[in-house]
T-cell receptor, first 112, second 117 residues
Framework: DQQVKQNSPSLSVQEGRISILNCDYT??????FLWYKKYPAEGPTFLIS?????DKNEDGRFTVFLNKSAKHLSLHIVPSQPGDSAVYFC???????????FGQGTRLTINP | EPEVTQTPSHQVTQMGQEVILRCVPI?????FYWYRQILGQKVEFLVS????????KSEIFDDQFSVERPDGSNFTLKIRSTKLEDSAMYFC???????????????FGAGSRLTVL
């Protein structure tokens, strides 16, 4: 089941710079997209979401962009901080469904 | 901040044994979920539970699996006869009642690691 894909298993960014995490999906029925962050020995923590009727949603240092025609979304973190080092999961949901479909995750490392 | 709590944090069991994983969801949440993550793989949906019944389940959630909300606060996942491939981190999650087209933001617990030998 590869409906949600994060093709970069890892990403390393210098502190203060922008981190860009990418996610692609194949199911055009998805109408809500979420980003979760996960630290070791903890469960995923919700970061930010976007509805398919929007193309951008911003919350502080975090911005999610959605390109429906390309079936692509990205998470921008600026400026990146050492505490942002974690695994980031993209997830998607179909309208009227409860289940989230997750990508494989991208391990982000912020270097001081 | 309210949180989802899971017990045990780690359980080791022999193949064929029954396992019960326990979760206490956030008190005003009405939707409950189990997900799992096999080591090195993605987080996979198992089951969602609402109004005392299963609302959706994946093909992974076969007859060996069951869920229960026995007392209004706990939410349990039972695996009747564990297999080696059931070894994974099991995450419980809950979410608020909201419009079905809404964000459906899930709050996850820290997970229960199951090791089947």
């Amino acid at each position: 089941d590869q409906q949600v894909k994060q093709n970069s298993p890892s990403l390393s960014v210098q502190e203060g710079r922008i981190s860009i995490l990418n996610c692609d999906y194949t199911n055009s029925m998805f109408d809500y997209f979420l980003w979760y962050k996960k630290y070791p020995a903890e469960g995923p923590t919700f970061l930010i979401s976007i509805s398919s009727i929007k193309d951008k949603n911003e919350d502080g240092r975090f911005t999610v962009f959605l390109n429906k025609s390309a079936k692509h979304l990205s998470l921008h973190i600026v400026p990146s901080q050492p505490g942002d080092s974690a695994v980031y999961f993209c997830a998607a949901r179909r309208n009227q469904a409860q289940k989230l479909v997750f990508g494989q995750g991208t391990r982000l490392t912020i270097n001081p | 901040e309210p949180e989802v709590t899971q017990t045990p944090s780690h359980q080791v069991t022999q193949m064929g044994q029954e396992v019960i994983l326990r979760c206490v969801p956030i008190s005003n949440h009405l939707y409950f979920y189990w997900y799992r993550q096999i080591l090195g793989q993605k987080v996979e949906f198992l089951v969602s539970f609402y109004n005392n019944e299963i609302s959706e389940k994946s093909e992974i959630f076969d007859d060996q699996f069951s869920v229960e909300r026995p007392d209004g606060s706990n939410f349990t996942l039972k695996i009747r006869s564990t297999k080696l491939e059931d070894s994974a981190m099991y995450f419980c999650a809950s979410s608020e009642p909201g419009e079905s087209s809404g964000a459906n933001v899930l709050t996850f617990g820290a997970g229960s690691r199951l090791t089947v030998l």
